[in-house]
């Protein structure tokens, strides 16, 4: 299996069995929270990161729902800091009243959540809230809560389940950080 990178090795932060306990938890909460809607719940999963997290976490909620997925992009870090982020996939239909969940894999600055809160709310549904596999402390999350949450990390990179280093190790089955060099 993979488990090195440019001469890095990369340690495992959370385990595939700790992710898979958790997942489970947040699939009963989930469906504890929602337990009196009449329509089904929408799940809107924030690409790309977020997909691996999406197809387990479904599977753990014991109600209808219906999948959504938005694209979404930052031109550079420089950008992203000021807030600015562009969608690239939109929803299929209006969630007009309708209970919406975000799905993502990372809370780090909470700017793209903050974006995408702002963006929902026109579109007027009846509750809108966050689930978040991670979330880092570290930063000043303004106004963005993460409603259902997986896990606290520490304010390092991480990779795997769904989350990428330029682009590759999202399959890795764990959450990892690269370690010293080997
Ligand atoms: C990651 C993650 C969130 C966002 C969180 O996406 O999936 O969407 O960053 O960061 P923030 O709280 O600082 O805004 P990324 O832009 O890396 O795209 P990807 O999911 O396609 O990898």
């Known amino acids: 299996m993979m488990n090195r990178f440019k001469g890095k090795e990369i340690q495992a932060l959370l385990t595939k069995e700790q992710i898979e306990k958790r997942v489970k938890e947040l699939g009963a909460e989930i469906t504890h929270a929602y337990r009196d809607i009449k329509d089904p719940l929408i799940l809107v999963g924030v690409l790309k990161g977020s997909v691996l997290f999406m197809a387990d976490l479904c599977r753990a909620i014991d109600m209808p729902i219906e999948l959504e997925f938005m694209g979404v992009s930052s031109y550079g870090e420089a950008t992203k800091s000021s807030g600015a982020v562009q969608i690239t996939l939109d929803l299929t239909r209006p969630i007009e009243n309708r209970h919406v969940l975000f799905v993502e894999d990372i809370v780090d600055t909470g700017l793209t959540a903050k974006y995408l809160y702002g963006n929902m709310r026109t579109r007027e549904p009846a509750s809108l809230r966050l ?42 089955p764990y959450v990892g950080v690269l370690g010293s060099d080997v």
């Open 131 to 172: 689930c978040s596999l991670l979330e880092k402390p570290s930063k000043s999350k303004g106004e963005v809560k993460v409603d259902f949450l997986g896990f606290t990390i520490p304010d390092e990179f991480v990779i795997g389940y769904g989350l990428d280093l330029a682009g590759v190790y999202r399959n890795l």
